[in-house]
Structure formats: structure tokens, C-alpha cells
């Protein structure tokens, strides 16, 4: 399967602890995204990346979050000092950018890590 | 701030019935729409994409959507569901200078036999 992968797709963890996801883009994608969604609501964006700069972050991204896509490659999505209020799917897709003109994009998603915060 | 509504949380029709969700979306700016479903247990996947040229585009399983500028819609349609119709379907609207997608809440679509 060559589609965008995420691990772990399950998480439980305690107030207060750190946890990490990553994202593995499909091959040759240049941008990589990060969502949240809660029950009952559409994807949030987080941040997104262009190879391996930051281009945008979400109000939503609190200094407790970050992101990182050190090669250009995968990326990894950490929340430091988690709350219950972090308790959501992430999900992660790629995209390939390409066109001068009219730029088109369209977005492939992972199946998601699903976060529970006790 | 720019916003996606859709009109229906919850749709429950029988298998034949025809489909149509709407979708509205406020950005004055050139649009690049999209819908995605989400059945149960698996990921989003891409439906369909209006980027430019026809309004009116196929997408796959038979499903179609207009794309009415004057309107700032995007409605999705299917003339006759099936039961593997069953899913979640989000409206998406990606402004051409953005990166992000702005998602609707989704609407839950329950196909009876």
C-alpha cells in the first residue's frame, strides 16, 4: 500500500505525559498536513508543511504542540503536557503541489491516530 | 473568517432514493471544492474535486456535484443510493491561496435496505 501512513493509529495516555505521532507521507509528496477532528465535526487544520519548512499554524496549535518534517519526509506531531481537551483523531495528509498557472492540490489523508487523554 | 456549512447533520433514505447534500461555503476568493466520504471504519477518500472549467463534475460510485459560484455551493448528488452508501460526507473548500482544507461538520448519510 503506498498511501499515507500513520502511527499509532490508537494512543491512551495520562494527563500531563507527552506523546508523539508520525505521518508518512505518500512517496514524492511535497506538502504534508495535520488535522484534528472531534465527534461530530469536519477535520480542523493544525499546520502544514512545504518539504520541510512550516509554511502555516492554526490558533488551534498551542505552544503545547509541535510539529516537525526534519527531511522532508515523514513528520512527526508531539503534545506536550497532554489535557483531556486533546482527546481526538490526527490525521495526517500529502499532497503534491504542482502547476504554475492555476495551481491545482488534492489531498490524500491516513487513517488517523485516534488520541485518548484520561 | 471563511466557513463551510452543510445543510444536514443526519439523512436516512432507502436504498434507489436519490441523494443530495448541500453544501455552501462563505469565501469570495477563487475555490477549489471537494468532497470526501468517510465509510465506516475507514479513512476519508476523496470523492470528487471541481478545480475549474465544466461546474458540473463526476466523481466516483456514480456520485456528481454542481458548482453554482453565484451561489458559493457545491451540492452532491446521487440519483439512486445504495446500502455501501452509508457513510460520513464532508464538503471541503480550499481558498487558491491557502494551503489548508476548511471542512464542513459533515453530514451522516444511513441507506436502508
Known amino acids: 500500500d503506498t498511501g499515507v501512513s500513520q502511527d499509532p493509529r490508537h494512543k491512551i495516555t495520562k494527563r500531563g505525559q507527552n506523546v508523539t505521532f508520525r505521518c508518512d507521507p505518500i512517496?514524492?509528496?511535497?506538502?504534508l498536513y495535520w488535522y484534528r477532528q472531534t465527534l461530530g465535526q469536519g477535520p480542523e487544520f493544525l499546520t502544514y508543511f512545504q518539504n520541510e519548512a512550516q509554511l502555516e499554524k492554526s490558533r488551534l496549535l498551542s505552544d503545547r504542540f509541535s510539529a516537525e518534517r526534519p527531511k522532508g519526509s515523514f513528520s512527526t506531531l508531539e503534545i506536550q503536557r497532554t489535557e483531556q481537551g486533546d482527546s481526538a483523531m490526527y490525521l495526517c495528509?500529502?499532497?503534491?503541489?504542482f502547476g504554475t498557472g492555476v495551481r491545482v492540490e488534492t489531498q490524500y489523508f491516513g487513517p488517523g491516530t485516534r488520541l485518548l487523554v484520561l | 473568517a471563511q466557513s463551510v456549512s452543510q445543510h444536514n447533520h443526519h439523512v436516512i433514505l432507502s436504498e434507489a432514493a436519490s441523494l443530495e447534500l448541500g453544501c455552501n461555503y462563505s469565501y469570495g476568493g477563487t475555490v477549489n471544492l471537494f468532497w470526501y466520504v468517510q465509510y465506516p471504519g475507514q479513512h476519508l477518500q476523496l470523492l470528487l474535486k471541481?478545480?475549474?472549467?465544466?461546474?458540473l463534475v463526476k466523481g466516483i460510485k456514480g456520485f456528481e456535484a454542481e458548482f453554482i459560484k453565484s451561489k458559493f455551493s457545491f451540492n452532491l448528488r446521487k440519483p439512486s443510493v445504495q446500502w455501501s452508501d452509508t457513510a460520513e460526507y464532508f464538503c471541503?473548500?480550499?481558498?487558491?491561496?491557502?494551503?489548508?482544507?476548511?471542512f464542513g461538520a459533515g453530514t451522516q448519510v444511513v441507506v436502508t435496505p
Open positions: 471541481y478545480f475549474s472549467g465544466d461546474p
Open positions: 512517496s514524492e509528496h511535497n506538502r
Open positions: 495528509a500529502s499532497s503534491e503541489l
Open positions: 471541503a473548500v480550499k481558498g487558491d491561496s491557502w494551503g489548508k482544507l476548511q
